[in-house]
Structures are given as C-alpha cells and as structure tokens.
C-alpha cells in the first residue's frame, strides 16, 4: 500500500506521466494538466480519480480526502 500523497500533485505523480494519469482516469491531457496545476480534481472526474487510486494501492484517497485538499488549498490561498 502507497502512503497518503500530500497533494493532488502528488498524487498524480504516483503514475509514471500526467497522459498516465489522464488514461486512467478517463480525462484529456489538457483537463489532467489543469487539475494538477490547480491542485484541484475535477468534480466529474473525482469518482475515476478514487477508484484509479484504489486499483494504484492508494487506498487513503477517497472522496473525503479530495474535499479536505481542496479545502485546504482554498484555506492557504485565503491566507495569502
């Protein structure tokens, strides 16, 4: 089992490239580059994104700890 990423960033960087990733999940390259730089999933893509994660062996991914990134993110960009 993968430890628990830090980030969306770091997430994504558990496959071996972003296309990987936007494979996987079921998104164009564009849409995955985006929710990287945005560290930010998609909404319609955050099912595809917990399952793929599961099938990774990143099973501390789910759709609680999307929000809590998300959330956080948001908290740090208020803060600034």
Request: glycine residues 6%; aromatic residues 6%.
């Amino acid at each position: 089992m993968i430890e628990h990423p830090a980030s969306i960033s770091a997430l994504i960087d558990h496959w071996p490239a972003i296309t990987d990733f936007a494979a996987e999940v079921g998104c164009g390259y564009e849409a995955a580059r985006q929710m990287r730089r945005r560290q930010r999933i998609a909404p319609q893509h955050g099912a595809q994104v917990v399952a793929a994660s599961r099938r990774r062996g990143i099973a501390s991914v789910s759709y609680e700890w999307l929000a809590a990134v998300a959330a956080a993110d948001t908290a740090q960009g208020e803060a600034a």
